[in-house]
């Protein structure tokens, strides 16, 4: 009669295999990032951009490779060369050289090459914190683009924008005190500047040139935005807003919404 084997069986499970092994942390680096994690890095980029330490073409690509990372070694490279380390001061930036006026001019990193715009059977918008180019080609086929300007830094004194509009229209919106130069032809199409404010001395100048067949150009003043973002011209379209949001918390009230 064969005795029993005093190794066991190689059915029998075993206790030190069944037990899961601890997982080590993971790195800084092979964490993955969150959507709220690419639009910090996505709001450095702009931030970058908008004073001139970065080209269009490089924003562009680090905006891309931001919004692809899934992890924050992806994240990380983008920003390297834009934020500080921790216990290093930051150097002293050159102020840019500010016109009398709502706009600001900064011809550091200033560049050569225009910026094109393209609205065919559709549109393009610039608005907000931008950097506006000594040159913009813009181009509307049965579009529309809509440039504001309030916000934005120019990269020359003197800016000029030029292009064709064809069964489309390009519409300006520029800070009061800019000077503007309307030197655009007119084919079953015009421009319309006469809602433009006087020039300030020393304020930039802003240059538009083409040609507007069956289309439009228009330039209008705004005036600055207040501390909540709305400029006067807008007070009706707030007052509008505040009434109605009273009214739907008053309702909320009446209901105990909250």
């Given at each position: 009669?064969?005795?029993?084997s005093s190794?066991?069986s190689s059915l029998?499970?075993?206790?030190?295999s069944?037990?899961?092994?601890?997982?080590?942390?993971?790195?800084?680096e092979?964490?993955r990032?969150?959507?709220?994690?690419?639009?910090?890095v996505?709001?450095v980029?702009?931030?970058?951009?908008?004073?001139?330490?970065?080209?269009?073409?490089?924003?562009?690509?680090?905006?891309?490779?931001?919004?692809?990372?899934?992890?924050?070694?992806?994240?990380?490279?983008?920003?390297?060369?834009?934020?500080y380390?921790?216990g290093?001061s930051?150097?002293?930036?050159?102020?840019?050289?500010?016109?009398?006026?709502?706009?600001?001019?900064?011809?550091?990193n200033a560049?050569?090459?225009?910026?094109?715009?393209?609205?065919?059977?559709?549109g393009?918008?610039?608005?907000?914190?931008?950097r506006?180019?000594?040159?913009?080609q813009?181009?509307?086929?049965?579009?529309?683009?809509?440039?504001?300007?309030?916000?934005?830094?120019?990269e020359?004194?003197?800016?000029?924008?030029?292009?064709?509009w064809?069964?489309?229209?390009l519409?300006?919106k520029?800070?009061?005190?800019?000077?503007?130069?309307?030197?655009?032809?007119?084919?079953?199409?015009?421009?319309?500047?006469?809602?433009?404010?006087?020039?300030?001395?020393?304020?930039?100048?802003?240059?538009?040139?083409?040609?507007?067949?069956?289309?439009?150009?228009?330039?209008?003043?705004?005036?600055?935005?207040n501390?909540?973002?709305?400029s006067?011209?807008?007070s009706?379209?707030q007052?509008?807003?505040?009434?109605?949001?009273?009214?739907?918390?008053?309702?909320?009230d009446?209901?105990?919404?909250?």
């Amino acid at each position: 009669m064969s005795t029993p084997s005093s190794h066991p069986s190689s059915l029998e499970p075993n206790a030190e295999s069944s037990t899961a092994k601890p997982v080590a942390p993971t790195g800084p680096e092979a964490m993955r990032a969150s959507d709220a994690d690419r639009q910090q890095v996505a709001d450095v980029l702009s931030s970058a951009y908008a004073e001139g330490r970065l080209t269009r073409e490089e924003y562009d690509e680090r905006l891309d490779q931001a919004m692809t990372a899934r992890t924050f070694g992806e994240l990380i490279p983008v920003t390297r060369d834009l934020v500080y380390a921790p216990g290093t001061s930051a150097p002293t930036p050159h102020a840019p050289a500010t016109t009398a006026g709502p706009l600001a001019v900064d011809p550091t990193n200033a560049s050569a090459e225009p910026e094109r715009l393209v609205g065919i059977f559709g549109g393009a918008t610039r608005s907000g914190r931008w950097r506006v180019r000594r040159q913009t080609q813009a181009l509307a086929l049965f579009g529309g683009i809509d440039l504001d300007l309030r916000d934005a830094v120019l990269e020359s004194q003197t800016v000029e924008i030029s292009g064709i509009w064809c069964f489309g229209g390009l519409d300006i919106k520029v800070p009061e005190g800019m000077e503007v130069r309307d030197q655009t032809v007119g084919i079953f199409g015009g421009s319309d500047v006469s809602h433009v404010a006087p020039p300030t001395p020393g304020a930039p100048t802003l240059v538009i040139k083409g040609v507007a067949l069956f289309g439009g150009v228009s330039v209008k003043s705004v005036r600055p935005r207040n501390a909540d973002g709305w400029s006067r011209g807008d007070s009706r379209a707030q007052r509008r807003l505040e009434r109605v949001q009273r009214r739907l918390e008053r309702h909320a009230d009446r209901h105990g919404w909250h």
